[in-house]
Every structure is written in C-alpha cells, then in structure tokens.
C-alpha cells in the first residue's frame, strides 16, 4: 500500500477533528448568560463507568493475569457489547489544523456510548503518560470521562484509574 493510500484509509476511519470545529476549551458548555455548566454527556458516562468497571472485572476474572493488551481489549469490548453497549476501537483521531492534516493520526483504545473513554493497559506500572495521553484524546474528542484499566493487577480495582475532562462535572 502506498503512502497516500495509507492516508486515505486513515482519513477514511477517522473522527475529524480541526481546530474550527472544536472550539478552545469545548469541555465547557457556557449558556448564554455565560455561566459554566456541566457536560452535557457528564451524568450519562458517569453513570457508565461502574458497568465499565464490572465487565473489566469479569475479563479480569475469566482471562486472568499474563495477556497482551489487545486480548484485554477485544474480551472487554465483547463484553460491553454482551451487556448491550456500543463500543468503537481504534478509532483515528484525525487532527486538522488551518488546512494541515496530521498524517501519524492518534488512535484511542476504546470509546463506550460516544461518552467514556477507555484505554487497556497490561503493564507492571502505570505511568503518568498513560493518564496523560488519555486526557488529550478526551480533550480532542469532547469526552467528559476517561478510564484507564491495567490488567496487570491481582485485583482489577488497583489498576484502575477514573479521570474528569477539567471542568466537566461543574
């Protein structure tokens, strides 16, 4: 495949993004009387991220500890569609910026209900990079809520992480 059809898959799969269409500090939704208010998808992926959190546990409990990342991921994302969630993986996070296209496209683990963030990890440590790379694809996407899950822990709950989009539950 050559270069430019790569690109052409890329933009093909991806979720725009450009800098006219998100506006500078879109996590806040100001009314008209310019007062703050809360995400509009807040409550909705707030009240997710417990089930989330369960089916993780039930990966964690059927899989076990020693896999790749990428089983996590797919048990998961079977998982939620069991309990009847929409799930999107992979996705490209297409960044455009005054008619330049990023051509090494971001690409976040997995996107619950079009409002929660997940990235799988299986590491020995959590880094702060993991939760920092997590917040800039909430940012460039306008998500309230992110999780990151490492399940490279004897029990889930230690290796999970819940992070707020600044300014989102206010």
């Given amino acids: 495949m050559t270069e430019q059809e790569s690109a052409e898959v890329a933009e093909s799969e991806a979720l725009p993004i450009s800098a006219s269409s998100v506006p500078s500090h879109s996590y806040f939704h100001t009314l008209a009387n310019g007062k703050r208010h809360m995400h ?19 990966v964690h409990k059927a899989m076990g500890l020693g896999l790749i990342e990428s ?33 090494e496209p971001l690409r976040f683990d997995m996107l619950v209900e079009q409002c929660v963030l997940v990235e799988v990890k299986a590491v020995e440590t959590l880094h702060p990079i993991h939760k920092a790379q997590l917040l ?7 998500v309230p809520l992110g999780l990151v899950i490492n399940f490279h822990e004897q029990k889930l709950t230690d290796g999970v992480s819940r992070l707020v989009l600044a300014g989102a539950d206010k």
């Fill in 40 to 58: 509009p998808l807040y409550d909705r992926a707030s009240s997710l991220t417990s089930e989330i959190i369960g089916a993780a546990i039930e």
């Fill in 71 to 103: 089983i996590y991921e797919w048990c998961l994302t079977k998982e939620l569609e069991l309990r009847k969630h929409r799930v999107d993986n992979q996705k490209v996070v297409a960044i455009q910026y005054k008619g330049f296209y990023r051509e």
């Fill in 136 to 142: 800039s694809y909430m940012k460039l996407i306008d």
